[in-house]
T-cell receptor, first 112, second 110 residues
Framework: NAGVTQTPKFQVLKTGQSMTLQCAQD?????MSWYRQDPGMGLRLIHY???????DQGEVPNGYNVSRSTTEDFPLRLLSAAPSQTSVYFC???????????FGQGTRLTVV | SQQGEEDPQALSIQEGENATMNCSYK?????LQWYRQNSGRGLVHLIL?????REKHSGRLRVTLDTSKKSSSLLITASRAADTASYFC??????????FGKGTRLHILP
């Protein structure tokens, strides 16, 4: 099993550009989520999904879109990148109802 | 905010000593989880304690939970250089989200 795979590992965007961060898991987990990690802020939940076709907002959803067309994939789209979105982004997956989360290795995004 | 709050923010101890980190939270929980993050890497799950449990052990880790005080502690015994990392508590809320605290940076001195 590869676990949770995120691509790319690093990305530099110009303000106003759009891009998609990819996340895939091969553990047949229902629950997938995106977090951003900023210095001194811990991890903050952006969006999450409890299954294919179902998504919902987390603590900091503005400026991000998600979709879940399959159980395996949960891409995160930045519609118009802003410097405030410079961060490290983590995708995580787990079974439902409070089980442990498995994390990808992260995408380090810089918006200039 | 529902998130857990870890204390202290940073901790430096000598190798071989015990390290204790605390977490406080504000909401009702299904369980509380602790994760470790090595520099530049993703988070790795360490231990999960359910709301009806008071103490749990895993190797050199000991976690306690006091739901009346809404607090938890993580004890790492006989610390090693490899334990140097950031440690996060995460609450699993009643609506099944996992919300993280800001973490404790642990540095083990040789």
């Amino acid at each position: 099993n590869a676990g949770v795979t995120q691509t790319p590992k690093f990305q530099v965007l110009k303000t106003g550009q759009s891009m998609t961060l990819q996340c895939a898991q091969d553990m047949n987990h229902e629950y997938m989520s995106w977090y951003r990690q900023d210095p001194g802020m811990g991890l903050r939940l952006i969006h999450y999904s409890v299954g294919a076709g179902i998504t919902d907002q987390g603590e900091v959803p503005n400026g991000y879109n998600v979709s879940r067309s399959t159980t395996e994939d949960f891409p995160l789209r930045l519609l118009s990148a802003a410097p405030s979105q410079t961060s490290v982004y983590f995708c995580a997956s787990r079974l439902l109802m409070g089980t442990e989360a498995f994390f990808g290795q992260g995408t380090r995004l810089t918006v200039v | 905010s529902q998130q857990g709050e870890e204390d202290p923010q940073a901790l430096s101890i000598q190798e071989g000593e015990n390290a204790t980190m605390n977490c406080s939270y504000k909401t009702s929980i299904n369980n509380l989880q602790w994760y470790r993050q090595n520099s530049g890497r993703g988070l790795v799950h360490l231990i999960l304690i359910r709301s009806n449990e008071r103490e749990k052990h895993s190797g050199r880790l000991r976690v306690t939970l006091d739901t009346s005080k809404k607090s938890s502690s993580l004890l790492i015994t006989a610390s090693r250089a490899a334990d140097t990392a950031s440690y996060f508590c995460a609450i699993n809320s009643r609506d099944d989200k996992i919300i993280f605290g800001k973490g404790t940076r642990l540095h083990i001195l040789p």
